[in-house]
């Protein structure tokens, strides 16, 4: 069974930065991708980023391009979101998931992810 855990939210000013991390254990992930969601209060769970495990191909939402990087070590099956440049409107509980439809196309729909950490808060004062 996979196991996913994140770690590494917590309260920042807009301006500054924080790295998320999403330890996954329990199977071996080959061809998974595995993607970064969020969720503010009242609002619906939306897409942020996504990494293929193998080969490493990113995708992105629009809103966070050029500011949140998605990363992998496979050595430590770690996958990594770094935020920079926050706003206030970026707080929200994190999510980390994984799709092990072994697709090709790196999803972003939360129906494809089958398998969800429990998230951890991010908080970004003005």
């Known amino acids: 069974q996979v196991q996913l855990v994140e770690s590494g939210g917590g309260l920042v000013q807009a301006g500054g930065s924080l790295r998320l991390s999403c330890a996954a254990s329990g199977r071996a992930f080959g061809n998974y991708a595995m993607g970064w969601f969020r969720q503010a209060p009242g609002k619906e769970r939306e897409f942020v980023a996504a990494?293929?495990?193998?080969?490493?191909?990113?995708r992105y939402a629009d809103s966070v391009k050029g500011r949140f990087t998605v990363s992998r070590d496979s050595a430590k099956t770690t996958v990594y979101l770094q935020m920079n440049s926050l706003k206030p409107e970026n707080t929200a509980v994190y999510y980390c998931?994984?799709?092990?439809?072994?697709?090709?196309?790196?999803?972003?729909?939360?129906?494809?992810?089958?398998?969800w950490g429990q998230g951890t808060q991010v908080t970004v004062s003005s």
């Open positions: 998931a994984a799709d092990s439809s072994l697709s090709f196309i790196i999803a972003a729909a939360t129906y494809k992810y089958d398998y």
């Open positions: 990494i293929k495990w193998s080969g490493g191909n990113t």
